[in-house]
């Protein structure tokens, strides 16, 4: 949102301030200004306006490119840095599915003692409990590579 301002003040700081002719006219005693002459014998008041920023200090050609690079690398930076805030929210998301998985499966498991079916259910459980420790981490391995890529543009 800064950088709106900032571009709006750069947008004023060009704008030309030049001074707008009025013109005073007087008949039967009364004065009325206007921005067209009235008559032959009207006034001309030149007006300059105030508090306008003159276009002496403003910035040159190459000056401006350099701003809007400026401003487009920030605004890619920034997109950036939501896609990375997004992926370590996916991070924490498949961690806590993986966690909440693998909490069901050992208390299936401790269900599953005391004879033999259940002796071969907890080898299947071991099982299923490392293929959802395997899968989260696929998932989470790539979604930091990704940060990582994001990262190295930043750079």
């Given amino acids: 949102m800064k950088w709106n301002y900032f571009l709006f003040s750069i947008l004023v700081m060009n704008v030309n301030a030049s001074p707008t002719p009025v013109y005073k006219c007087e008949s039967d005693d009364k004065v009325t200004f206007s921005d067209e ?3 032959d014998k009207a006034l001309k008041i030149i007006v300059v306006p105030k508090n306008v920023i003159k276009n002496n200090n403003a910035p ?13 690398k920030h605004i890619h930076d920034e997109n950036i840095d939501l896609r990375v805030a997004h992926l370590k929210a996916q991070i924490e998301k498949v ?8 909490l069901k499966l050992k208390s299936n498991k401790k269900l599953a ?3 033999l079916a259940g002796a071969t259910w907890q080898s299947s459980i071991s099982q299923e409990m490392a ?11 790539i979604f930091e590579n990704e940060i990582k890529r994001l990262q190295s543009l930043k750079e």
């Fill in 37 to 39: 002459p009235c008559s």
């Fill in 113 to 115: 003692q005391n004879n």
């Fill in 60 to 72: 040159t050609k190459k000056e401006n490119l350099e701003i809007q690079h400026q401003i487009s």
């Fill in 95 to 102: 961690k806590v599915g993986r966690d909440h998985k693998l």
């Fill in 131 to 141: 293929a959802v420790v395997e899968s989260a981490d696929t998932e989470i391995r």
